[in-house]
């Protein structure tokens, strides 16, 4: 009886981890959890990062539909990659987007510190986001398109579930090795993870990618997107010193981007 109730109490506090991801990575109306007093959960967020990959993985399975519709109609590889990318930004709430136009802006728009952060805060979009936006866009477009052409519909999700879980997977190892750039903020308010759930979180990714890409492909990939995040860390610790929401969601796009010219290339 003690196990089966430590059991359920853990899989209890696995659903909520997943609910509280869901309600932060996407715009899904799967509520906020409460806790057993029926009061709102308010652990941090960090405590959830190890579920991010099976966001990813809910993400491209609810993209099938899209896919078999566009597939279906026979649509051109054009038309079916813009079809996809527009339901993830509806799933998302273009989350990601937001904050890829944040960084591109604050990061080419000035030369101190202060200002980059200043100008990654003003929710207004300058030239550089814009670009980078509608360079992104087009590009993730037309590689899902291609891959629509390359893949059996089947693949094609599998391959786009394994993307979504790679760049949401290994986004947490900025959240838990650089610091901080500003101490308010969604991303600051979320804390550290430990190592504990950051790697239980890349483990679950890399072990999607590996089902459902195979280990060759899925280790391809799945390096591919860790040497984008670490790049990405990389230039935001030059930049401002640290990270922020907007930094973490530029890593998810433009990882997501990379995995797809990845599968792009090995698809042949």
């Not at 991801?21 to 652990?43: E, H, I, M, Y």
């Not at 993985?57 to 597939?71: D, E, F, M, Q, Y």
């Not at 087009?138 to 291609?146: E, F, T």
């Not at 990618?209 to 280790?219: I, K, M, V």
Request: with cysteine; net charge neutral.
């Amino acid at each position: 009886m003690a196990q089966a109730t430590k059991t359920n109490g853990f899989l209890k506090a696995a659903v909520a981890d997943l609910q509280m991801a869901s309600c932060f990575l996407t715009r899904l109306p799967v509520g906020w959890p409460k806790d057993p007093d029926g009061n709102w959960c308010q652990r941090p967020l960090a405590d959830t990062v190890w579920s991010y990959p099976l966001v990813g993985v809910l993400l491209g399975l609810l993209l099938a539909p899209v896919l078999w519709l566009a597939t279906s109609l026979g649509l051109p590889e054009l038309a079916t990659g813009i079809l996809a990318v527009i339901a993830l930004v509806l799933l998302t709430g273009a989350l990601h987007e937001d904050g890829l136009a944040d960084v591109a802006d604050g990061f080419g728009g000035a030369f101190e510190r202060e200002r980059k952060l200043e100008i990654m805060k003003d929710s207004l979009i300058g030239s550089y986001g814009a670009v980078a936006l509608v360079l992104i866009t087009i590009l993730k477009a037309s590689l899902i398109g291609a891959l629509s052409q390359k893949l059996d519909l089947q693949s094609l999700i599998l391959s786009l579930v394994s993307v979504f879980a790679l760049s949401r997977g290994t986004m947490p190892l900025l959240m838990l090795i650089l610091p901080y750039a500003r101490s308010s903020g969604l991303a600051s308010s979320a804390q550290t993870p430990t190592r504990q759930r950051t790697a239980l979180g890349l483990f679950l990714s890399l072990t999607i990618a590996f089902l459902l890409l195979g280990a060759s492909p899925g280790g391809v990939v799945f390096l591919c997107v860790l040497a984008t995040v670490a790049l990405i860390g990389f230039i935001a610790k030059k930049q401002i010193g640290g990270i922020t929401g907007d930094v973490l969601g530029t890593a998810v796009k433009l990882s997501e981007t990379v995995a797809l010219i990845a599968l792009t290339g090995l698809a042949g």
